[in-house]
């Protein structure tokens, strides 16, 4: 069964990506070019020309700090903000002067936005109880939707008898009754407890790939991001860092920001032990927590001397905070290494990332 939307002829809308378990997804995307948003009496772009495309069928998760302007992006491609300038196409629509309702466009929020009033079914058919759509055929997509979600019998009870998972699931029951061409999320699993967000995650990923939903995810949780991206697209200060497979994006972190941001990388001057293990042009080196390592190393590794601040246990490993020469650095060890005072440090060179004096990695 699909869960359709009712027929409608006098509204521009974009298309529909929503499928159920045997048809296969309507081919969908977004495309931001040359996106910029200016609140009023702001001196500053909350966006800078920003250029992104959403692959049609996947998650595409904007990762960044508080203020980097991922939350704007996606209300923009909701179409609860405007544009300065720019624009923003969903499948070959473009959709940049189209109203957030005739988008298709649907959101799940990171407080649930439930009303209290309604039972869970309620709030999954409200969408469509706006839309008039007729009452057995929003009965039969809420029960659809709510079937989905794994929330068969606890559809007669109020937002404040559920749990914050069982809430969360009911607001993205509410988003997909909508038959949506893209879901869009932001940060909807940061109120839940750890282990409920390591559960709700996986559910996400179950989903998307059943239905082949186009999902834009925005989280601040470089663990989040890495666990559900398929594209991931690192901001900062309204504007796009770097964008690309999860698995690239770690490995080659184009900028010191997204090295320190994404993997906590530690930075070095390229001067002193780091000179001779430096490339041409570079100014500042990384390398990994977990490529910082106890001991002297062989004839082609770094060595360096560290002084232990304090170290964390971190389940089936510590994180150890040190001081290298005035410069705070973190090196991950087993749980059962206890390092103090002051100690020996090695790091491989072929382990080192180079970077530019403008914080741009060295080709």
């Not at 298309?15 to 609140?39: G, M, Q, Y």
């Not at 900062?236 to 490995?251: C, K, S, T």
């Amino acid at each position: 069964m699909r869960l359709k939307s009712p027929a409608r002829t006098t509204r521009r809308t974009a298309p529909s990506a929503l499928a159920d378990d045997t048809a296969a997804p309507t081919p969908s995307a977004v495309r931001v070019s040359a996106a910029t948003k200016r609140f009023d009496r702001s001196e500053t772009d909350a966006l800078s020309h920003v250029d992104l495309t959403v692959p049609a069928g996947s998650i595409t998760v904007l990762l960044g700090p508080s203020g980097c302007g991922k939350t704007t992006l996606l209300r923009c491609v909701a179409g609860l903000e405007t544009l300065t300038s720019g624009r923003i196409e969903i499948g070959e629509t473009d959709v940049t002067d189209i109203s957030a309702e005739d988008r298709g466009v649907a959101m799940a929020f990171q407080n649930y936005a439930l009303y209290p009033n309604k039972t869970a079914l309620g709030n999954i058919e409200f969408p469509l109880r706006m839309r008039r759509v007729d009452r057995a055929t929003r009965r039969e997509r809420a029960l659809r939707a709510a079937e989905l979600m794994r929330l068969d019998g606890l559809l007669d009870r109020k937002p404040s008898e559920l749990s914050g998972g069982q809430r969360q699931r009911v607001g993205i029951g509410r988003a997909l009754v909508r038959d949506p061409a893209v879901l869009v999320m932001d940060e909807p699993f940061s109120n839940l407890d750890a282990a409920l967000r390591d559960t709700m995650r996986a559910e996400l990923v179950t989903l998307q790939r059943r239905l082949g939903m186009t999902v834009v995810f925005v989280t601040h949780d470089q663990v989040e991001a890495l666990a559900l991206a398929d594209q991931l697209v690192v901001m900062r200060a309204g504007r796009i860092e770097q964008a690309g497979p999860p698995e690239d994006v770690y490995r080659t972190p184009a900028t010191t920001f997204v090295a320190t941001f994404l993997d906590g990388m530690n930075t070095f001057d390229a001067e002193g032990a780091f000179a001779t293990g430096s490339m041409p042009g570079a100014a500042t080196v990384g390398c990994r927590t977990d490529h910082l390592r106890i001991g002297t190393g062989d004839a082609d590794d770094i060595d360096l001397r560290g002084q232990v601040l304090m170290a964390e246990l971190r389940g089936r490993d510590r994180l150890v905070h040190l001081d290298i020469d005035g410069r705070r650095a973190r090196m991950r060890v087993p749980a059962d290494t206890r390092p103090s005072g002051e100690i020996a440090l090695h790091v491989r060179r072929s382990d080192l990332h180079h970077f530019t004096a403008e914080g741009v990695r060295c080709p």
